[in-house]
């Protein structure tokens, strides 16, 4: 069933800030560029008071054809053109130092909600599909660009019309505008009653819109699984369904601001046509020159149009402020992992010494189950530690929390004497390589996988990392060697291929601490060989974990725990927890023996 995705916020809190002001919330984004700002206001002023001057020429040149003085109408000609002039130049000024403010805003709003989601713990994305973190970041910031780069200009200059229109026309004649006065409560309450069912419906489309894509994003990345479970008939009406009720909303949106533009151009013009009927009573009889009648209508007409292009503006500032509330909440959130305000410093050489001290665990998605419970550990520099047991026992846990994508419920995880939520995220997983279990391959060529452990290495080094994680071979005979673009998500690699790669990738780190959750459990018997020699080499000088099922793996590991509920229920050598008994016993029976049989 399709679903209409938060970020943590409920509806009812969302029914609350539903206002214009969210839009103050672009402040910041923009004081940077107070230069820009001036400069397009200035710009802004000068055209609004340009246009207010040209139906002042055109007076002149109406009322002018009664004049026997050829010269004086020339100039009336020349003087219109050269307003007319300079309003072009204005304008083009105007379109450009504004829209370039826009662009340079919303590139800053892009990179600022990026770089803090690219930084929110694992709980985040268990609220928020990446698909509509996407939306937020696209269709979001592209509404937010055309309120900065357009709709805010162009409103700041049709008040200043306004303003400046409604003040000529009563100097022109106090009669005329008195009566046209007489329609702004008419105008107003239909743009303030149907401004708010507006406002609320801009914001459940872009909801909607944001779930189309999530939905999408979440297909398209499994799409080999989706075909294999011939699932493209569900999926496609999944989508189908998100995608009518989006549109479904985008029409009741466009329905009120139609219905809106409709009433208000209607009374609008309506009141200028019978405006203009006085005023053309007043020509004949000489109460006004035609010129003043001219000049009236046109202000009439500007002031007219300014109020329609007002409540079209209103409109987009509306959706604007909802895609703005969209952002703000991303920027805004809270994440259960979060650095110190003064963090502490790790030793200048990290030696990876590894604490922990009675740590339990539950997942915040799944808070009536402990993973973890009152773990203490202390693992030395350099000692070689298998984490073994079966699926769900807490194994691949102790990793992230080492890796603090989560923090313990209690107790505390120490990394040579400090504890981790005393450092700086960034500081100590520098001195870590991890291998996940799925490993992750980016699209780009092969060489800029491994290197993405280390973005300074040497080609030579690359190379080497490679020979190590037994994937130079593989990596040779493809198209362009090491410069063979994989894919996204590795999708021209094999599972094992993807692996070694990914093992290059922790090898060329070089981090005194080394995470390896079943970093070889899609590798061949040959090529796993290959590695767990390379593995062995690599860990006699860090601190290495080894998550493994396959106890094969993990033989001539320095210490081996057994994990089961959360608890470690043993410890020791390979052979010690062989002739002990017990859960790996029993685990190393099955599966040697299951090997024996297979051969």
């Known amino acids: 069933m399709a679903r209409k995705p938060t970020a943590g916020t409920s509806d009812k809190e969302r029914a609350k800030s539903k206002n214009i002001g969210a839009l103050r919330s672009l402040v910041p984004f923009m004081a940077p560029y107070k230069s820009l700002i001036i400069a397009a206001s200035m710009a802004l002023v000068a055209t609004a008071c340009l246009s207010l001057l040209l139906p002042m020429a055109v007076r002149r040149v109406v009322d002018g054809f009664d004049a026997r003085d050829t010269a004086l109408l020339d100039q009336y000609f020349a003087g219109s053109i050269l307003i007319a002039a300079l309003l072009a130049i204005g304008t083009g000024l105007r379109y450009y130092l504004v829209t370039r403010l826009g662009e340079r805003v919303v590139a800053d709003i892009r990179k600022a909600v990026f770089n803090r ?228 410093a790790l030793p200048a050489n990290c030696v990876g010494r590894i604490e922990f001290e009675n740590v339990s665990f539950i997942y915040p998605a799944r808070p009536d189950v402990s993973v973890l419970r009152d773990i203490s550990l202390d693992i030395k520099p350099g000692e070689t530690v298998a984490l073994v047991g079966p699926s769900g026992a807490g194994k691949s846990t102790i990793l992230q929390l080492l890796l603090r994508f989560f923090d313990p419920v209690s107790g505390a995880i120490r990394l040579d004497g400090q504890d981790l939520r005393d450092l700086q995220r960034d500081a100590f997983r520098r001195e870590i390589a991890f291998v996940p279990q799925d490993a992750v391959i980016f699209a780009a060529t092969a060489r800029e996988n491994i290197r993405f452990g280390r973005p300074d290495a040497t080609d030579a080094e690359v190379i080497e990392a490679a020979k190590a994680a037994a994937a130079d071979e593989f990596l040779a005979r493809l198209p362009d060697g090491y410069d063979t673009y994989v894919g996204e998500r590795g999708v021209m690699l094999s599972g094992g291929q993807k692996q070694r790669i990914a093992l290059a990738r922790a090898i060329l780190r070089d981090a005194p601490v080394l995470l390896l959750d079943e970093a070889t459990s899609a590798l061949d018997a040959e090529s796993e060989q290959a590695v767990q020699h390379a593995v062995e080499a690599l860990s006699q000088d860090r601190t290495t974990l080894i998550v493994a099922h396959r106890l094969a793996t993990v033989k001539k590991a320095d210490r081996i725990l057994v994990f089961e509920d959360g608890q470690i229920v043993a410890e020791g050598t390979h052979d010690a927890l062989v002739a002990e008994g017990g859960l790996y016993a029993r685990l190393a029976r099955l599966q040697f023996t299951a090997g024996l049989a297979a051969e």
């Not at 489309?205 to 699984?225: F, H, P, R």
């Not at 920027?331 to 502490?344: C, F, I, N, R």
Request: aromatic share 6%; net charge neutral.
């Open 117 to 344: 989601t690219l930084g929110m713990s694992p709980q985040f994305f268990e609220k928020i599909m990446t698909g509509e973190v996407l939306s937020r970041l696209t269709t979001d910031t592209t509404l937010i660009l055309s309120v900065i780069g357009s709709s805010v200009s162009v409103a700041l200059r049709n008040i200043l019309i306004l303003i400046g229109g409604l003040a000529l026309m009563l100097l022109t004649s106090a009669k005329l505008t008195g009566l046209v006065l007489l329609l702004v409560p008419a105008v107003l309450i239909p743009i303030i009653i149907l401004g708010r069912r507006l406002r609320v419906l801009s914001r459940e489309n872009q909801d909607w819109i944001a779930a189309s894509s999530g939905n999408a994003s979440e297909a398209l990345q499994s799409v080999q699984t989706v075909q294999a479970f011939t699932h493209e008939k569900e999926s496609r009406a999944e989508f189908g369904d998100v995608t009518e009720k989006s549109f479904d909303s985008a029409k009741r949106r466009i329905g009120v601001r139609a219905l809106m533009t409709v009433i208000v151009i209607f009374l609008i013009f309506t009141g200028i046509v019978g405006v203009l009927w006085v005023g053309a009573r007043d020509v004949r009889g000489e109460v006004m020159t035609p010129g003043a009648l001219v000049q009236f209508v046109i202000y009439a007409v500007m002031v007219a149009g300014s109020v329609a292009a007002l409540s079209e503006i209103w409109g987009e500032l509306q959706r604007a402020a909802g895609a703005t509330e969209r952002l703000v909440e991303l920027l805004t959130m809270k994440d259960t992992v979060e650095d110190p305000a003064t963090p502490a």
